[in-house]
């Protein structure tokens, strides 16, 4: 088994969130999601449709000013950081080391650059490349160790 890139296009925002949706409805604690892509690339949009796949009817929105955001689901939480502010890892980069393999942890994160180095080695990641208003490619490498996230439905 190895490293495996799957190219998804997705021409909407509702299908973008389905995406998420379905990983979300795999996960099983611990795992650490990172999203990559310019500002308005989707990178909420898919956390929204994560968040519902794991079973959060909380609200996602972005944590832009908050750096982190968490939502309820059932007995996990996933923890949503978005890094775009934080110059200076810090003690940031303690809390997502420490969150990152917690088994009732999901992590995802935006603009997470600044925690690179603490990155699991199995970390799921997602660029999203705008194609056009509304169409993205979504490019996930998944490490081997992560292929149960990959439903069907996903590469179909
Ligand atoms: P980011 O978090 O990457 O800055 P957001 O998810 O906040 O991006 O915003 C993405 C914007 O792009 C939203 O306004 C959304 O409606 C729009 N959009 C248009 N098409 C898509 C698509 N296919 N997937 C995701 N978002 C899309
Ligand atoms: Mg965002």
């Not at 949706?21 to 956390?47: M, N, P, Q």
């Not at 909380?58 to 890094?83: N, W």
């Not at 997470?112 to 705008?130: E, F, M, N, S």
């Amino acid at each position: 088994m190895s490293t495996k890139v799957y190219r998804i296009r997705t021409t909407s925002p509702e299908t973008t969130e389905h995406i998420g949706e379905h990983i979300g409805a795999c996960v099983r604690g611990g795992e650490v999601i990172e999203l990559v892509s310019d500002l308005g690339g989707g990178k909420t949009t898919f956390v929204r449709g994560l968040a519902r796949g794991m079973g959060s009817t909380d609200r996602v929105s972005s944590p832009t000013f908050t750096l982190s955001r968490e939502y309820a689901a059932g007995e996990r939480t996933l923890y949503h950081f978005d890094l775009y502010r934080l110059n200076e890892a810090g003690l940031m980069a303690d809390e997502v080391a420490e969150l990152a393999g917690a088994p009732h942890a999901v992590t995802v994160i935006e603009w997470g650059d600044v925690v690179q180095h603490v990155l699991p080695k199995h970390t799921l990641r997602i660029a999203i490349h705008v194609l056009g208003d509304t169409e993205r490619e979504l490019e996930v490498t998944c490490p081997p160790e992560l292929a149960y996230l990959i439903p069907k439905e996903v590469i179909a």
